[in-house]
């Protein structure tokens, strides 16, 4: 028997309606109530002043192993996580090999596993390779556990292919994860199609191309009554797109990026390959339309989309640089100080797009603070600044946009299965 007292926090349930000063004890990695009688426990932890939060989840990252550990490990990608307020993580199937079997995913179980910090739920890809033509053996991968399927940066082109998919994963219980780009529309687009690419001599991307593909897609899980989850939306075009597939009542959801909700074409200070995402920043009406959906809970989730790339990558130039940016470590601060220290959102509302919504689209243990719920916790400063450092990253990459950036609100703990796995000095 181990317990934890988590002393004199806020602690914040969407699910519950709990939004109160109280205690947590936990026992055994499960919560085994809130506000116990007396206070014995092997450990406590002060939270006073900080908001006690359902553990966050991410549900869009690249973890980079196999295949590319010069941009990221399992272990450096986890204690990023960890170190992000995140107690799961979700990884993108686009490895070296691809994470389209049993073998591979065991893989990144396995070594998430032995590293003992946040969890992982592996998203397969749907097509073999990710190359879009055979289906991956979905069902032998569910068998695993596996719920969410994704091509990520390689989208099924072929929408006959797309659908039978989607009929195989709605069978399987599961979700799509998808890239909304075409890429016949995007042409290899280096960034944003507009003066500024114009003007940088940079290749433009259509925003056409996330839209079209958007689109097709919502239709597509209509007709195969599939779950779908759009990933990194970018465009108030493909915003309404996602509004009008809810009200016709295609089970679809959506995630926003703390890059593309925090920045936009505007911001970008010229060719600095640190501001190549893919998809890419877009002007400011669409990332105001971006918090807009958050705000009004039309865009369920905010997914950071850590991508990492070794300094050399970034340094090939903009045009040919590969595109993302790191987010585990940067998200917190950005979503306190651009979300909830302006009002757009409040704490519950943070609470359930990263933590119970992503949970619960990717099948993952319930996030809640309610007895008998796995203890996976994020433990958040509100008030405490944070100035975005590259040398202060655990991830093993440094791409990052918001470097220098004075923002409010940290990590103060990260809790997964009842154990601090990070706790700031
Ligand atoms: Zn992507
Ligand atoms: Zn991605």
Not at 73 to 94: E, S
Request: proline share 7%; aromatic share 4%.
């Amino acid at each position: 028997m181990s317990s934890l007292l988590i002393r004199d926090g806020v602690l914040v349930d969407p699910a519950a309606g709990l939004e109160r000063p109280g205690h947590l004890l936990v026992r055994d990695g499960v919560i085994a109530a809130i506000d116990p009688r007396g206070a014995a426990a092997d450990r406590v932890v002060d939270a006073a002043g900080a908001l006690v939060l359902p553990g966050f989840v991410d549900m869009h990252v690249h973890l980079r192993e196999p295949g590319f550990e010069h941009k990221e490990t399992i272990a450096t990608g986890l204690l990023a996580a960890v170190r992000g307020g995140f107690t799961a993580v979700a990884p993108m199937p686009n490895t070296q090999p691809v994470c389209d079997s049993p073998q591979v995913y065991k893989l990144v179980l396995d070594r998430a596993a032995a590293v003992r910090l946040a969890h992982v739920h592996p998203i397969a890809a749907i097509t073999t390779g990710s190359r879009g033509t055979e289906l991956a053996d979905l069902a032998r991968l569910a068998a695993l556990g596996c719920r969410a399927f994704s091509n990520d940066g390689q989208p099924v082109e072929d929408a006959a292919t797309m659908l039978r998919a989607m009929e195989v994963v709605r069978r399987l219980g599961g979700v799509v994860i998808d890239h909304c780009e075409d890429k016949t529309l995007s042409r290899g687009g280096a960034m944003h199609a507009g003066p500024e690419a114009e003007r940088w001599g940079v290749t433009g991307q259509s925003p056409l191309a996330e839209e079209v593909h958007i689109a097709r897609d919502v239709l597509l899980a209509e007709a195969a009554d599939c779950r779908l989850h759009i990933a990194h939306l970018s465009t108030a075009r493909g915003l309404e797109l996602v509004r009008w597939a809810r009200r016709r009542g295609v089970a679809v959801t959506a995630e926003a990026a703390p890059h593309h909700f925090c920045l936009s074409t505007a911001d970008m200070p010229g060719p600095d390959p640190n501001y190549k995402m893919n998809p890419p920043l877009r002007p400011p009406a669409d990332r105001d339309a971006l918090v807009g959906g958050l705000a009004a809970g039309d865009i369920d989730v905010i997914a950071t989309d850590h991508a990492p790339h070794a300094d050399a990558e970034k340094a090939r130039g903009f045009q040919d640089a590969p595109p993302g940016v790191i987010g585990l470590e940067t998200a917190v601060p950005l979503i306190m100080d651009r979300l909830y220290h302006t009002g757009r959102m409040g704490i519950g509302q943070i609470a359930l797009a990263c933590a119970v919504l992503p949970a619960r689209i990717l099948g993952a243990p319930a996030r809640s603070l309610q007895p008998g719920a796995a203890a996976h916790l994020t433990l958040i400063d509100p008030d405490r600044p944070t100035v975005i450092a590259r040398d202060g990253f655990a991830s093993r990459s440094r791409n990052t946009p918001f470097e220098g950036w004075r923002l409010r609100g940290a990590v103060r703990a990260t809790i997964v299965d009842g154990e601090v796995r990070y706790h700031i000095n």
